[in-house]
């Protein structure tokens, strides 16, 4: 059985292939399948948590991008510098929820670099998808 530890950034190019290996359609039960998407997200210490996205027969799946933050947070980090998606075809788009749940993490998410193409880079920072993001005073009304 393959295993994805979690990494070191060096490129987007090998953030990229590596992700895309990820990319494995499994089903973990007559219920529950996953691995049509992969993600990462690269923290400020320049490490890099995986996910894949779950998907179930009762609704309660999850993106692959948060499924790679949720594996961040089981790792005791909470900012994210770069992220990106793949599936066999190649670079995806994070959802709306993925994008919110990527703003919610630091008023400094705005700047997250997004993938949205590998060749040639190309990169679209969060606040650009998220322009009129509606809660950053919650963080100056809530330093922690
Ligand atoms: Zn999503």
Partial sequence: MKKFLNDKFTSWE??????KKLVDEKNFSPFIQGGVVAAAVVTEEDN???????DSACGWGVCAERNAIFNMFTNGENKIKKVLAVDKNGVLMPCGVCREALM????KSGDI????????LKTIKLKELLSKWWAYDWFKNSRQ
């Avoid at 890099?48 to 779950?54: D, P, Q, T």
């Avoid at 919610?104 to 008023?107: C, F, G, K, N, P």
């Fill in 104 to 107: 919610q993490l630091d008023e």
């Fill in 113 to 120: 670099d997004v993938l949205i193409n590998i060749n040639p």
């Fill in 48 to 54: 890099v948590y995986y996910g894949i996205n779950i």
């Fill in 14 to 19: 090998n953030l990229y292939q590596t992700t």
